[in-house]
């Protein structure tokens, strides 16, 4: 496929790969051929023929050469009709005239044509000024219109809250149909009837039900779908365009903001910049409205009597300067936390684990509030290959084997399930999908395998997966470390019987093994990870389940290949490389590591505590015994984050400082003694780290809201209200210093990280090198292998569904809302809905509960009311409630247990009764 | 008995109660059945076709067992074969008969051609409108399953043949054989790109032949007789003979099966009987309506494939339209253009909004609003339409009123002119009975 075929447009030779569309040769030639229908993630359709071109062969004599005319050029055969340039594939020596009479007049017919039943309604079409259609008329078309007969018209249609369609403009590309079904997966556009009737709508002209993603309208080259929420709001050329980084999910998609004045006035893809380009979620395209909103902090607060009151800037700072100060001074540093940060920069996240270590002198520095384990800083890391190259978002679509692990990627990384989707429709991509609901990514439609392990059985299910893949051939490449924690690991395993297995997961062994030789078969291939496994009480073991699982298979020694964890939040991967951790400084450098730690300390000026602190769940408590007094929390709800609720409340009550930066006055913002207003992505600079592990820079779009400050500004404040010689002018100069001391950024340049930013690989070098099993670190002894391999094998089995203990209780993520951010709009709550405990029927039956009842669910510490959905693609024996919704508190229920939450649930009384919504 | 309509297909189609199996074998019907299927490998059968040089009657042309040897040999997966019987060309309706009257041959055809490529499940692809013809084939194909001619082992050869009928939802789209894929697929009926071709990649991603009714009713009588026996009948290139639908003022309207080649003129003198009393030939359009008109001058060409190229025209599928002297030409091809915009898919931007602008101007003129400059006007949109189209329904669509304008323009111009037709048989007879003024 990659012979090279020279190519002839326009008279410029340009060499492509054969295989190479005409339309993308022509672009090689710096010839611009028009398009509509063509999209760079949709095949060749070939529908609209507006970039039709004369192509031409040389003409062959008998003796298979070309014949040579006058002047000793070849003679071309042109074909006798012009071609689509958008379908035909390039041959060496292939001619191509875009600008020949007969090309001109075909297009020059095509835009006639397009323009026949398109209304001039310009002036008041939202496309207006970036149209494809105006753009290309001007271009290309009449400058007077020969048709005058009447126009067909049909009426226009709300598709539901976001998509206004206007169908009389409608061009009948079929990019949104062909989107909706081959990389959303949704399938809920059609057209209508035919001919010049064809009218684009869902199929039973109802409000779409998909994703609301919004692509569709992104898609659209005229202005036939538009934005329901930025209808009528602006004319493009009013607006300021800013390419930034979306503050939702890990997976760091390109934003592009339309500012006017200091408003944000919609968001959206951009067709050739970012890793997903015109893609968006719902989240990312709507989830906007929280950077206006009135609620937002304007000024610093402060408890001084028992209520927050405003306060300057200045004041705040000298304040929570001298607190911390002072309880430094009376109980040591070890009486400070820091926590949080997985939605700040990389430079403020580096300044924030600097202030607690080198400034205040504290290790206990974690992002990770969510985890109810504590799990060692370098656990991700390691289970994804400790620094080799990442996998690229691209690859992830050409991949053979997919394999999904607990994690709902609708919810969780909506991009990276588009670009499985797209993987699965148009390379064949297979997929195994470990879940234990019909999660979208388990349909049928998309015809992967299906694990549904019983909840709760993670670890016998990754256990398992390992013993399966241990029975198969070796892949090549496995680094010295790895092979010589084989033995340990077989013994470790040998307990996992098919039986075993078969009990405690609720699948059968045979389509577990068959999960293992896909992926280990597979010469391309991903596992992905995410909440379900870091947010498990037995996190540590899994890590070690996925890294072994990993080797096993070759997911981390063949080429194109890897392992991603797609965390909870736009900067996770970030926060954990800039060591906010209790034992990582940044770039993984261990604090115990004299050697390493002495560079920082040169540059930081002073020596830096070597003990590794506590980790969050240890943080929250010490906290809630009183024995951490003061706590600096940043970008996060930590009370609605934190594993058990009953202890972040003790724990923020037996505080005696709490600061926290926050951009609205969140309930934990409510317990705290200082809130700083924190500026929100939109407003700031600085380099965001996405499940890539690719850098990429925001861009500031807006002045920071009145009365706020980007976070490292309040954390230099703080830093020289302590003393700390402090003088960064700029995020550059943060960055810089960044780029000179952790090891796995060496090199980066702060220039270089426009527009799509670069990965961060260690491959001569992994950061932390391979082992099976193992802990840690290097120096882990068999049976310390043997220990954490073997995890989850002295339980007694997963519990059965029809244990009388009660129903577990399943979480994940829902695609309209995420973090506290998307709650401050009314659109996704809106599209969201109220939040609903879904049961399968036989257990709503078994509950003598019905759709729309409420239903009390009762853990070890409180309860929470919800009504009933039914949703067969629960397990019986379980109980799901997305953890997105503001009213949803499920951390009141009590922290879980080994396998998972077990609750209760009974049908609520008349009277406690609450709105179905 | 009646008299013998036609040498091939026609030569019994008369015969009572042939639909029925015992009649249909009673005429040596499945005799092939024996003597090919199990008996000849497939790769001889499709030399056979091959030499006989039967070509595609569904319009095209397309030699088939050419079309048959693109067929991958060594592909795993499974092959179909689709029966096009979709006959939606207007001015076409042989297949309509032969099914009616014989469905057995096809049957046989199909069994036939489905052992040259090795399919093992066959569909029958009907339009919306052959309901009726949809429970015929599905009682004779439920007789020749009972008899054993269809089913698991066809004969006791050990080779295997399913056959379904599938009812269109009425779109002339769908004899396009991709667009008939992609609804029997169960997809909008659109056409695809090609390549890759059906023979290559068809129903389902998989190889797939799809040949009219027509071509498949050749085929026993060409693996019974052999392939120079067929060509007693026909020209060197286009072999064998031709079912011709007759319309238009002549005595004998209807089917006629003829050997390629027949002069034009004979057909209309011969079978046709001549034309009406009263009229003369204006026009024909020889291969239903996509194909561009013949003026009375050039009814002299042979009823070929390479003889109608010739002229200027094509032989299409066969469904011969007179246009008499006292048809207005405008009149005509508005009709025409009419039926293409409503039938127009709707998937490329010159046939979608090409057919539908020729048909506004079109009602311009019949309504006496005409401009000089419409003429050209619709001579152009025609002419951006042909060669730039998805498929050939944009060609169909422009060459007829290209050709049209080209051979009648004054009768458009004096549709713009006077603001009415040129020829008008009612207005002619009001005429003649009270005078130039009554009618106007």
Known sequence: MSRPCRVNVNGRIVEVPSGTLLTDAAREAEVHVPIFCSHGKLPPLGACRICVVEVGMPKLGPDRQPVLGAGGQPEIAWMPKVQTACTTTVSDGMHVLTESPAAVKARKGVMEFLLVNHPLDCPVCDEGGECQLQDLAFAFGHDFSRMDEAKRTFDSEDLGPVVKKEANRCIVCMRCVRYCDEVMGDDALTAHQRGVWTEISSFNRQPLECEQCGNCIEVCPVGALTALPYRFKARPWDLRQHVTVCPYCSNGCSVRLGVRGAEVLRARGTEFRGINREYLCVRGRFGYEFINSPERLSTPLLKLGGTLEPAGFDEAVTFAASRLGEIAAVHGPASIAFLGGEKVTVEEAYLFQKLARAVLGTNHVDSRTRWPAAVPGRAVLKATGGGRPALTFEELVHAQEVLILGDDLQGEGPFAQAQVIRGQHQHGLHLTVAHPRRVKLAGVKFQGLWLDYRPGAELPLLQALTRAALDLPRPSGLPAEVLEGLPALEQALAPWTPSRVEQATGLSMASIADAARRLREAERKAVLFGRALTEHPEALALLHAVENLAWLCGALSAERSAVMYVGPQNDTQGALDMGLLPDCLPGYVAVEDAQGRRAFEQQWGGPLPSVPGKTAPEILEAAAAGEIKALWIVSDNWLRSAPDRRLAEQALGEAELVIVNELFLTETARAAHVVFPASSFAEKEGVMVNCERRLQKNVRALSPRKGSRPDWEIFQSVAQALGARWSYRTVEDVFREIARLAPNYRGMHWASLLPSGAQWASADRPVVPGSLGGADGAGATRDEVAARAGGGAATDGAPSPSAPAGLVLLSGGVLFLQGSLSQRGSLLPRLARAARASLHPEEAKRLRVAAGEPLEIEGSAGHIRLPVAIDPGVPEGSVFVPYAHADVDLNRLGAPGRAGLRVTARRATELERIGAG | ?440
Not at chain 2, 109 to 133: C, D, N, T, W
Not at chain 2, 291 to 318: C, I
Not at chain 2, 368 to 396: M, P, T, W, Y
């Open chain 2, 1 to 440: 008995m009646s008299a013998s309509r036609g040498p091939l297909l026609f030569q019994d189609i008369d015969t009572p109660g042939l639909r029925s199996l015992e009649v249909y074998r009673g005429q040596g019907g499945y005799q092939t059945i024996g003597t090919v299927v199990g008996a000849k490998t497939p790769d001889e059968c499709i030399e056979i076709v091959k030499a006989s040089g039967l070509r595609g009657r569904g319009g095209a042309g397309f030699p088939t067992g050419l079309k048959w040897s693109f067929v991958p040999k060594g592909s795993p997966k499974p092959k179909y074969l689709v029966c096009n019987a979709d006959e939606s060309e207007p001015g076409t309706f042989k297949d309509r008969e032969l099914m009616e009257k014989n469905p057995h041959l096809l049957i046989e055809g199909m069994i036939l051609s489905a052992y040259a490529i090795q399919a093992h499940v066959g569909y029958l692809y009907l339009r919306g409108e052959f309901e009726y013809l949809q429970r015929i084939l599905g009682q004779a194909i439920g007789e020749a399953q009972v008899a054993g001619l269809l089913g698991d082992d066809i004969a006791g050869s050990g080779f295997r043949l399913e056959l379904h009928t599938h009812l269109g939802a009425g779109a002339y789209i769908c004899g396009e054989e991709t667009a008939l894929l992609s609804s029997l697929e169960g997809y909008r009926g659109q056409p695809r790109l090609k390549p890759p071709f059906p023979a290559v990649e068809g129903l389902y991603a998989c190889p797939t032949i799809v040949n009219n009714v027509e071509t498949l009713m050749n085929v026993p009588h060409i693996l019974r007789h052999g392939a120079q026996w067929f060509r007693q009948w026909g020209t060197e290139k286009s072999p064998g003979t031709k079912i011709l639908s007759v319309s238009g003022p002549v005595q004998r309207p209807g089917n006629h099966e003829v050997p390629m080649g027949l002069p034009l003129s004979a057909l209309l003198e011969g079978p046709c009987g001549g034309m009406r009393e009263g009229f003369r030939v204006k026009a024909v359009i020889p291969g239903g309506s996509s194909v561009p008109l013949l003026p009375a001058s050039r009814l002299d060409t042979g009823l070929d494939f390479e003889s109608m190229a010739a002229a200027g025209t094509l032989l299409g599928s066969g469904g011969v339209i007179v246009i008499d002297d006292q048809t207005c030409i405008v009149d005509a091809l508005y009709n025409i253009t009419r039926f293409y915009e409503h039938e127009s898919c709707g998937k490329c931007t010159p046939c979608r909004e090409g057919t539908y602008w020729m048909s506004e101007v079109f009602e311009r003129l019949e309504s006496g609003h005409g401009r000089e400059r419409d003429i050209d006007l619709l001579f152009d949109v025609s002419d951006n339409i042909l060669g730039k189209s998805f498929c050939a329904l944009g060609d169909a669509a422009a060459m007829p009123v290209m050709g049209a304008i080209q051979h009648f323009r004054e009768e458009f111009e004096y549709h713009v002119k006077h603001k009415r037709c040129l020829v008008n048989r009612r207005r002619a007879e009001l005429e003649a009975r009270f005078g130039e003024t009554a009618a106007v």
